[in-house]
């Protein structure tokens, strides 16, 4: 910040020249590579680990080309940041539901993760048994606008899930959205 004595000449220098050296996350990325220097192992019993969707899934776990293993080492980074972190495992729902696996993959219908930071995991409750009985989480929400657009806010996505359903509410600056079921 600029002090009110200070030239602005003087401050835009001053701000040109200030860097700052992130140890923090040379830090975090150092417990990583010792937790992550063996890369996790899991063994299913016979059929299990033959399932093509379980395959698929340790491939791309989260959609977008990362195996499950690098999923999980960015959970980890998250969890030596913040002390913990969540993953969300889900199977899309179509609108038509599929009659056959046949069917199931040729929709791409499979499970993904998403790893969640403790800062976008908004509240929850537990059951008398400690089983997840909700959880609402905090989303960006996407980008409409094209590339040589002006940019405006696409505001913020919240998920609620249930046991039995998931709710998707869109919050813009100044605005409430309204609850819609997605799921």
Same mark, same amino acid.
């Given at each position: =910040? @600029?002090?009110e004595r200070e030239h602005q000449k003087d401050? =835009?220098? @001053?701000k040109a020249r200030a860097y700052y050296l992130n140890f923090a996350a040379a830090v975090v990325d150092l417990y990583v590579a %010792? *937790?992550?220097k063996v890369p996790p192992t899991t063994? *299913?019993?016979g059929d299990v680990a033959k399932d093509k969707d379980l395959l698929a899934f340790r491939q #791309? !776990? #989260? @959609?977008r080309g990362r195996r499950l293993e690098w +999923? *999980?080492?960015d959970a980890g980074k998250w969890a030596i940041t913040y002390g913990w972190s969540g993953i969300l495992v889900d199977v899309p729902r179509p609108e038509i539901e599929p009659t056959n696996d046949a069917e199931r993959q040729a929709m791409g219908l499979r499970p %993904? !993760? +998403? +790893? %969640? &930071?403790?800062?976008?995991? &908004?509240?929850? &409750? $537990?059951d008398e048994s400690g089983k997840l009985r909700w959880v609402r989480l905090r989303e960006a929400a996407p980008d409409p606008t094209g590339p040589f657009d002006a940019r405006k806010d696409a505001g913020t996505l919240y998920r609620t899930w249930t046991r039995d359903s998931? %709710? $998707?509410?869109r919050v813009s600056a100044g605005e409430n959205g309204v609850a819609k079921e997605v799921r």
């Open positions: =910040n @600029r002090h401050f =835009n220098s @001053r %010792y *937790l992550s063994e *299913l019993p #791309d !776990a #989260d @959609r +999923v *999980l080492e %993904y !993760a +998403v +790893v %969640y &930071t403790p800062e976008n995991i &908004t509240n929850w &409750t $537990l998931c %709710y $998707l509410d």
